[in-house]
């Protein structure tokens, strides 16, 4: 197999197949599309080519397209009901929390609090799956942040929109109004931000300012060297960098 690179894929994250080619987005629906056509895609795979493989006999078809699960012939006889009824789990579950201030093994589930005497108690509550999410305690800083969002729930519109001391609180924006009622599409995505290759002379100056460092056992500061080579210039009086 021959290894194919398709220009700027990483920036690309959703992708609709067309009869015509394969169509590509930056987000989701945002924005003009990037299309591929089905000659651009054939050159980006490689044919597989002569398996060796032969069929000495043609496959059968099956004989049934959909099926199901059937139970084996032999079952073992279980006196009365085989699967738990809710209320017995719940039962069971109460019966086995009254033992918490003895018991050592803990649900390793993130979040629940069951805690069993015994490991076999606790191999059942994990077959079940009856998981008991429970904060176990509240720090001052999570009470805190419960008050501050009830605080903005009672928070109405006419409050942000109305008026105090006689002055609108909400101003119109210059840049969105009704001749301009949206914005640049795609304004909220993230920005791709180029790479950009350090130049031969900030090669060349930095080791030389390391090696004045080593021999004058000075350390250097960071911003005095940034500092330093923007006002660095050449001969002809051009900066440097």
């Known amino acids: 197999m021959m290894k194919h690179s398709m220009t700027g894929i990483q920036a690309l994250n959703n992708f609709l197949f067309e009869s015509a080619g394969l169509r590509a987005w930056k987000a989701y629906n945002v924005g003009t599309s990037r299309s591929f056509s089905l000659a651009q895609l054939q050159k980006y795979g490689t044919p597989q080519g002569?398996?060796?493989?032969?069929?000495?006999?043609?496959?059968s078809q099956p004989l049934q397209d959909v099926g199901k699960f059937r139970a084996g012939a032999r079952q073992a006889k279980v006196v009365g009901p085989s699967v738990p009824t809710e209320v017995q789990l719940i039962q069971s579950d109460e019966a086995e929390s009254a033992t918490r201030s003895v018991a050592s093994y803990s649900c390793p589930e993130q979040g629940c609090v069951k805690v069993y005497k015994e490991f076999k108690s606790l191999e059942k509550h994990l077959d079940v799956g009856r998981h008991l999410i429970k904060l176990e305690r509240e720090s001052d800083y999570d009470s805190?942040?419960?008050?501050?969002?009830?605080?903005?729930k009672t928070v109405t519109g006419d409050y942000v929109q109305g008026e105090v001391g006689g002055a609108a609180s909400v101003t119109e924006s210059p840049s969105?109004?009704?001749?301009?009622?949206?914005?640049?599409?795609?304004?909220?995505?993230?920005?791709?931000?180029?790479?950009?290759?350090?130049?031969?002379?900030?090669?060349?100056?930095?080791?030389?300012t390391f090696f004045q460092v080593e021999e004058t056992g000075v350390n250097a500061n960071l911003a005095d060297i940034a500092c330093k080579m923007r006002s660095q210039r050449s001969s002809n009086g051009d900066n440097l960098f």
């Open 50 to 59: 002569p398996t060796g493989i032969k069929e000495f006999q043609q496959f």
């Open 144 to 152: 805190i942040i419960a008050k501050w969002a009830e605080t903005c």
């Open 176 to 208: 969105v109004s009704a001749d301009n009622p949206s914005l640049e599409e795609g304004w909220a995505m993230k920005k791709s931000k180029k790479s950009i290759r350090v130049s031969e002379s900030v090669r060349s100056y930095l080791p030389e």
